[in-house]
């Protein structure tokens, strides 16, 4: 969730008095990057947030997001930008020990109170990177949740476009051929196409020295995760990609223009261009690349803060950092009165189940301490444009793609994790202190995810392909999918043993 705002325009003035206080903001944190400020981590801290669906007894989306979070009435629990969509944020805690499990459970217990306030008031809840269900009905202005942040940021983007945003996505040719023509083109005079993506975000607070190794890693992992978790196959009665939401996050997002595309101007969804050496240097992207959408400025000068020994909120810069929507994103924040780092990887959807989200998490997290403790990292071997390949290829084609890592060449996903990944995985839980059982428990739902072949995405398109070979139209056929969906989902067992309709 963002900041609240008071109001949807601004002046030509405020915009400059905006960019001023982004640069002075940038100044005071490079003072703090040199002056060793930020807090000194003695544990590995993550942190969770996943975003829900809400829909109505015919599985279609319910606009019902006000009435969940008055009923539900926690801080856990905030609006996102589409009127069925809410966002759930677990408080930080420590990865070691059994943390995995308690994470499981409390996730568990927050959705069984969100589902049952859900429930109150004629709704439900579902954890999937898209609601298949949602149509062009529901994707225009008037389904934007009615916060003036939202309305801002919708008035800004179209203002900064110009002309209609456009989805243009093309299904890959399946191995069976069928369905390879598949195609959405589409165009939207809103950016609520962008609250069709919901997802899971997972942080990790780290010192500044070792920011740029992680964030490093983390795009490094990104193709693997996408691979290994894609949930979001379908879009608009469409079959497209195994994680659809990756170019419709792109698409419903971007103003730029096409002479402006053409003109190499950055996209605010991306992936970056090049291995960084610190965190300083993402910050400066974003204020020499992007211009502020939401230019609102605060009493606050940083750098005088930091002269009389207190700590700057930095709120102009996390405020535009918050409108460039990086697949790792750098994040400064304020925890106890002490500024801390921390990296948020967003390249996972949400769902399909509790136990399947925090497999992807402990598979990220500990690869993501392997990577880092290397001798010899894996991105001074991997090109960037291979990386940022890497995760195109994989939300494309899922498990079927394939990517390319240093000393294994071109390879399968599944293969890249069973043979070379898992292993490392499992390594760099036990560095972090993670019980066996805890670390066996998790990777081995992502095992048998490789072994079985089966991911979310998968089993969607498996379950339609299903319902349609028994006579079901598209639509129908979606509908009979969502309803064994929300069986596995409340089942938390993981989707590679959910069972498929007959053919």
Not at 233 to 254: I, M, N, S, Y
Not at 285 to 309: K, S
Request: net charge negative; hydrophobic share 45%; with cysteine.
């Amino acid at each position: 969730m963002g900041r609240e705002l008071a109001r949807s325009s601004f002046t030509r003035r405020e915009r400059q008095q905006y960019r001023g206080k982004v640069h002075r903001c940038l100044n005071a944190l490079a003072s703090m990057l040199r002056e060793g400020a930020f807090a000194a981590d003695t544990e590995a801290t993550t942190g969770l947030e996943v975003e829900l669906n809400l829909v109505d007894q015919q599985l279609d989306p319910a606009m019902r997001n006000l009435a969940v979070l008055d009923g539900v009435d926690s801080p856990e629990l905030q609006s996102e930008l589409g009127r069925w969509t809410v966002e759930l944020n677990l408080p930080p805690r420590p990865l070691m020990g059994e943390q995995g499990r308690y994470l499981e459970h409390h996730l568990l217990d927050m959705l069984a109170e969100i589902e049952k306030q859900a429930e109150a008031v004629g709704a439900r809840v579902l954890t999937i990177g898209i609601l298949p269900t949602v149509t062009e009905v529901h994707l225009v202005a008037d389904r934007i949740s009615p916060m003036a942040r939202y309305t801002a940021l919708n008035e800004q983007m179209l203002a900064a476009r110009g002309e209609p945003f456009r989805l243009d996505i093309d299904a890959p040719a399946r191995d069976d051929g069928e369905d390879a023509t598949e195609r959405l083109h589409m165009d939207f005079d809103s950016i609520t196409p962008e609250a069709a993506c919901t997802s899971l975000q997972l942080h990790l607070q780290v010192p500044p020295d070792a920011f740029a190794a992680h964030w490093n890693a983390a795009q490094c992992l990104a193709g693997v995760q996408v691979a290994v978790g894609a949930n979001s196959p379908l879009l608009l009665g469409r079959k497209l990609w195994a994680e659809t939401r990756v170019p419709l996050f792109l698409q419903a997002t971007d103003v730029r223009s096409e002479e402006l595309r053409n003109q190499g101007v950055r996209p605010r969804v991306w992936f970056g261009e090049r291995w960084i050496n610190s965190i300083f240097e993402l910050f400066e992207e974003n204020v020499r690349y992007f211009p502020g959408l939401l230019p609102v400025a605060e009493e606050q000068d940083p750098q005088a803060e930091l002269a009389a020994g207190r700590v700057p909120a930095l709120e102009e810069l996390r405020l535009h950092n918050g409108t460039i929507w990086r697949w790792n994103r750098p994040i400064y924040d304020i925890a106890d009165g002490m500024p801390h780092l921390r990296v948020e990887n967003r390249v996972l959807p949400a769902g399909p189940t509790v136990v399947d989200m925090i497999a992807n998490a402990m598979f990220f997290y500990g690869l993501l301490r392997m990577l880092t403790d290397q001798d010899r990292p894996v991105w001074s071997q991997l090109p960037f444009a291979a990386a940022e390949q890497n995760f195109s290829l994989a939300a494309r084609d899922g498990l079927e793609a394939t990517l390319y890592w240093p000393d294994h060449g071109w390879v399968s996903p599944d293969v890249l994790v069973l043979r070379h990944l898992l292993p490392l995985a499992a390594e760099g839980l036990a560095r972090w202190g993670v019980d066996d059982a805890i670390s066996g428990r998790y990777l081995d739902v992502i095992e048998q995810r490789c072994l079985t072949g089966r991911t979310g995405s998968n089993w969607q398109l498996r379950a339609v392909d299903a319902l349609e070979h028994r006579g079901a139209d598209r639509l129908t056929a979606i509908r009979g999918m969502l309803e064994r969906y929300l069986d596995g989902m409340t089942s938390n067992v993981p989707v590679h043993t959910w069972p498929l309709p007959p053919a």
